[in-house]
T-cell receptor
Framework: GAVVSQHPSRVICKSGTSVKIECRSL??????MFWYRQFPKQSLMLMAT?????????EQGVEKDKFLINHASLTLSTLTVTSAHPEDSSFYIC?????????FGQGTRLTVV | DAKTTQPPSMDCAEGRAANLPCNHS???????VYWYRQIHSQGPQYIIH???NNETNEMASLIITEDRKSSTLILPHATLRDTAVYYC???????????????FGKGTHLIIQP
């Protein structure tokens, strides 16, 4: 199955700064990648669909200007949390869809202080 | 995607079979039953999926009722490392990658007791 790598696995940033999270598909060319967010003791929620070479599609309630997604190649998508605030602290997970199942990165724990 | 219902938590003794139920009474004819699990502070991991026949792989077995309105994931010999949240998701299978993200419910928190 596909190997999906996220970086960093943990990041702490100050309120008001921006943080970039990388998601790489190591052995699979992905025209589409997905970004999820998971708050403590809750389930994963789809934030956006990242499309290679075109604009991302955001789920209702997710601010596109705050969560910038760039999918410049078939193996890399990035999520930038701009002007981060403590309420953005969460576990961010990316995913690639294979031919039948989905493959997930190991997640990025973001803490905004 | 069809809605699924799972018990919020279950306990199982180490070495015993863990049987996790899932109800999906509104499943459509073209929808598969998928199971994923999420170990604490990790990304989800695919386990198994099926349409109507029972399926088995190196991780688990999937038993789907004849009317397809419910299913059971079986971990034959549970270990402590199987402690995780298990998600049952019903959706059409996809070829060539697919365009939709997954809708996760609350899942079942399976705790394997030593």
């Amino acid at each position: 199955g596909a190997v999906v790598s996220q970086h960093p696995s943990r990041v702490i940033c100050k309120s008001g700064t921006s943080v970039k999270i990388e998601c790489r598909s190591l052995d699979f060319q992905a025209t589409t990648m997905f970004w999820y967010r998971q708050f403590p003791k809750q389930s994963l929620m789809l934030m956006a669909t990242s499309n290679e070479g075109s604009k991302a599609t955001y789920e209702q309630g997710v601010e596109k200007d705050k969560f910038l997604i760039n999918h410049a190649s078939l193996t890399l998508s990035t999520l930038t949390v701009t002007s981060a605030h403590p309420e953005d602290s969460s576990f961010y997970i990316c995913s690639v869809r294979g031919s039948t199942e989905a493959f997930f990165g190991q997640g990025t724990r973001l803490t905004v202080v | 995607d069809a809605k699924t219902t799972q018990p919020p938590s279950m306990d199982c003794a180490e070495g015993r079979a863990a049987n996790l139920p899932c109800n999906h009474s509104t499943i459509s004819g073209n929808e598969y039953v998928y199971w994923y699990r999420q170990i604490h502070s990790q990304g989800p991991q695919y386990i198994i999926h099926g349409l109507k026949n029972n399926e088995t792989n190196e991780m688990a077995s999937l038993i789907i009722t004849e009317d397809r309105k419910s299913s059971t994931l079986i971990l034959p010999h549970a270990t402590l490392r199987d402690t995780a949240v298990y998600y049952c998701i019903v959706r059409p299978s996809n070829s060539g990658g697919g365009a939709d993200g997954l809708t996760f419910g609350k899942g079942t928190h399976l705790i394997i007791q030593p």
